[in-house]
């Protein structure tokens, strides 16, 4: 486990999120709320399928 964990908001942009998977060769991220508190994992498949959605 990573001594600085890698998280990111509700309120962070796939392009951001696509930029921190890139930085620092990561697959998954979670997604923590105003609470800090886990609400979801975003994946790098999750931004190819949005990106092949939005057209």
Not at 19 to 34: A, L, Q, Y
């Amino acid at each position: 486990m990573s001594a600085s964990p890698v998280i990111v908001t509700e309120n962070t942009t796939l392009m951001d999120i696509a930029t921190i998977f890139k930085e620092r060769k990561i697959n998954r991220v979670p997604v923590v709320d105003s609470d800090n508190k886990l609400v979801g994992i975003v994946s790098r498949e999750d931004i190819i399928e949005a990106r092949l959605l939005k057209g």
